[in-house]
């Protein structure tokens, strides 16, 4: 291999390919990225074997070839090159040499075969996202997965074709977001269940994308292919359970407050909530009264009376104030509505006017 390349485009596809490399004491060649050129063409592949990443770049090809290095130490190394616009890559005896008008290092290569191949699905036809709205479908309810993975259809992201929409759904048990996303070329499939520790990655490949991503699906792979980038991940084998049975049918009370207020409330609270994070709303609708009280035992206890429209009847119900406070990032809405059928069902927290996002949060046991 002997080529030359744009240090930024380098940097921008290794910084990419880098975060999803990581040590493996069975296998150390998935601490590498594995550099491959043909045709003036530079692919960048990083796997874990559970997701992969190969993105290309054009480069000024002397000689094809294939090494796979360190992806943190080439990483490092190139992206503080500070004063060089252009970074030379050659193999030497096996290894990979770096230079730069200013600089060069010699870093030790992996062997190119012990490199896992990178799923590839071609054979099915995609469906088509705008990146933008794939990556809002998944910032929406990914916080609402599961950290544990005892029950991985818990620490996943559902994805369900719907109309001319694809859902997304996440759920712990004690809360659950819902977000509804248009699609430009829909096809149909089964749920499909990404892992959660996946979909960061997920995220920060397309962050930049900003016109249309297709979507391949298989039994055990979900693709995402966009020009010079081709991101894949293992799905879970699994049933996500029948969430809309859960979801309240019939409201009994009402809250209609701005956005802003219940954030700023919150926050204030906070100071004073006890080891249990708990946060009881109290409404009444004679007194048009909404509060917020939280109570610590060695701090002291606070109440924040917050201006709402009331409709129904009077509650009063505590949560996990952690559960409460995730959601207000996928509201798009400067007001929220709180709606409640009993002190012992979830309330559910939506933008006023927007149906596409649903929040679920569970009540606390008192």
Do not use: W
């Not at 016109?211 to 081709?230: G, P």
């Not at 996928?330 to 996002?357: A, C, E, H, Y």
Request: hydrophobic fraction near 40%; include cysteine; charged fraction near 25%.
């Amino acid at each position: 291999m002997n080529i030359e390349c744009v240090k930024d485009k380098l940097v921008r596809a290794l910084s990419k390919a880098e975060r999803v490399t990581g040590k493996n004491v069975t296998l150390p060649v998935l601490s590498c990225v594995l550099l491959s050129v043909t045709d003036s063409i530079l692919t960048i592949k990083a796997t874990n074997l559970d997701f992969g990443v190969e993105i290309k770049i054009p480069v000024k090809m002397n000689e094809p070839g294939d090494v796979a290095v360190s992806g943190t130490v080439l990483n490092t190394f190139v992206s503080n090159l500070t004063h060089d616009k252009n970074v030379i890559l050659e193999t030497i005896e096996g290894n990979l040499k770096v230079s730069t008008k200013h600089s060069h290092a010699l870093i030790k290569a992996f062997p190119v075969d012990d490199f896992p191949t990178i799923p590839k699905i071609t054979d099915q036809k995609p469906f088509t996202f705008n990146s933008q709205d794939l990556i809002k479908g998944l910032k929406s309810v990914m916080y609402s997965a599961s950290a544990s993975t005892i029950r991985p259809v818990l620490s996943s992201v559902l994805m369900y074709p719907e109309n001319d929409s694809v859902v997304f759904v996440a759920t712990d048990s004690f809360r659950l977001g819902e977000r509804k996303v248009n699609v430009k070329k829909h096809k149909e499939f089964n749920q499909i269940l990404i892992p959660f520790k996946n979909v960061p990655e997920i995220i920060r490949v397309l962050e930049d994308v900003k016109d249309d991503v297709d979507v391949y699906l298989n039994e055990n792979q979900i693709a995402f292919f966009h020009q010079d980038m081709y991101i894949t991940s293992r799905v879970i084998d699994g049933v996500f359970p029948d969430y809309k049975q859960i979801i309240p049918k019939e409201t009994k009370t009402e809250v209609v407050v701005l956005k802003q207020d219940l954030v700023n409330a919150l926050k204030i609270s906070n100071i004073f909530l006890d080891k249990f994070s708990q946060v009881t709303f109290s409404i009444s609708t004679k007194d048009k009264n909404f509060s917020i009280t939280t109570k610590n035992m060695d701090i002291g206890e606070n109440i924040q009376q917050l201006d709402a429209v009331i409709k129904g009847d009077d509650i009063q119900v505590s949560f996990n104030f952690k559960y409460v406070s995730d959601c207000f990032q996928s509201l798009d809405s400067d007001s929220v509505s709180l709606t409640f059928s009993d002190m012992n069902r979830p309330m559910i927290i939506q933008g006023v006017g927007d149906k596409n996002f649903l929040y679920l949060v569970m009540p606390m046991n008192k």
